[in-house]
């Protein structure tokens, strides 16, 4: 079972990137995926999660109207579009698979290797 992350990079504040995560192994269309972040001296925080049918989309405040989750369950891919950057969301990001949509580190089972995003000032 693999998660795989991409798509980050160096983008100027106010810029966009879309990170794509694509999950091999087994299917992953049962599961509830996210995707964190974690800042150079700071803990994994939650970013956004989806349910398994994509009916139900869940963001932390700080990207709430900005940032925008979605997957494809035929593919087994996840993806997070990131519009309006700014310099605090620079981090490495992590997608996670779980059973259900949590907003807690340890509720995720499966975790990619992580992508870095940096947004320069």
């Known amino acids: 079972v693999q998660l795989q992350a991409s798509g980050g990079g160096l983008v100027q504040a106010g810029g966009s990137l879309r990170l794509s995560c694509a999950a091999s192994g087994r299917p992953f269309s049962k599961d509830a995926m996210a995707w964190f972040r974690q800042a150079p001296g700071k803990e994994r925080e939650f970013v956004a999660a989806i349910s398994w049918s994509g009916g139900s989309t869940f963001y932390a405040d700080s990207v709430k109207g900005r940032f925008t989750i979605s997957r494809d369950n035929a593919k087994n891919t996840v993806d997070l579009q990131m519009n309006s950057l700014k310099p605090g969301d620079t981090a490495v990001y992590y997608c996670?698979?779980?059973?259900?949509?949590?907003?807690?580190?340890?509720?995720?089972?499966?975790w990619g290797q992580g992508t870095q995003v940096t947004v320069s000032s």
């Open positions: 996670a698979a779980g059973p259900l949509v949590r907003i807690g580190v340890d509720e995720y089972d499966y």
